[in-house]
């Protein structure tokens, strides 16, 4: 149901989330869904749980895989700019004029977990000073925000330009930024 409502914001924007075309989508009668959903923001509600598992799954995949905390980082990179690719429904609820001012209950559940999100990239970023390949000098939180930073401008830019941007190519470049700015000289 989650997956089926991104499909209706991807075509119709986060104004057109609606139980009914949701229902349509999962092909089940409105009443069907409203027996589990009582309107629209249980709905959002269930679409920031998908958004949320599949941004802590990102960090729990990365985690796994990287060999030092600059490899997870750089894997926990790749992963959010293939989540935003694949699916492109996710910034217009983020970024969506009705969550920011419409939303207040959704906007600060969205604002929890981007903030979850930071403080386990946060964590890596320590984990990464304390294997002594991340600068002790800098400030974890303000290098979370920075890593985010990576991506956001450019998930704007790829949504703006209906994908022509290339999103993994500015990533890839911020990213060798980054890396110079946090990585602790040798």
Same mark, same amino acid.
Do not use: C, W
């Given at each position: 149901i989650a997956q089926a409502a991104l499909g209706v914001v991807e075509r119709h924007g986060l104004r057109g989330l609606n139980v009914a075309r949701?229902?349509?989508?999962?092909?089940?009668?409105?009443?069907?869904l409203y027996r589990?959903?009582?309107?629209?923001?249980?709905?959002?509600?269930?679409?920031?749980?998908?958004i949320a598992?599949?941004?802590?799954?990102?960090?729990?995949?990365? %985690?796994?895989?990287?060999?030092?905390?600059?490899d997870?980082?750089?894997?926990?990179?790749?992963?959010?700019?293939?989540?935003?690719?694949?699916?492109?429904?996710?910034?217009r609820v983020v970024f969506s004029e009705e969550l920011l001012h419409g939303r207040p209950?959704?906007?600060? %559940?969205?604002y929890k977990i981007i903030r979850g999100y930071?403080?386990?990239?946060?964590?890596?970023i320590r984990d990464g000073q304390r294997e002594g390949n991340i600068r002790a000098d800098?400030?974890?939180?303000?290098?979370?925000?920075?890593?985010?930073?990576?991506?956001?401008?450019g998930v704007v830019l790829w949504t703006m330009?209906?994908?022509?941007?290339?999103l993994a190519a500015h990533a890839e470049a911020g990213w060798k930024l980054f890396v110079k700015a946090d990585r602790k000289s040798t």
């Open positions: 949701v229902a349509r989508a999962v092909g089940v009668v409105p009443s069907g589990h959903y009582p309107g629209k923001d249980g709905v959002l509600d269930t679409v920031l749980d998908l598992a599949r941004m802590e799954a990102n960090v729990a995949q990365a %985690r796994a895989n990287g060999a030092s905390a600059l997870r980082l750089h894997s926990l990179l790749t992963r959010h700019v293939e989540l935003v690719r694949r699916n492109s429904a996710i910034p209950a959704q906007r600060r %559940r969205m930071l403080r386990q990239v946060e964590q890596i800098i400030d974890s939180e303000a290098a979370s925000v920075l890593f985010l930073g990576l991506i956001q401008p330009s209906d994908g022509e941007f290339d």
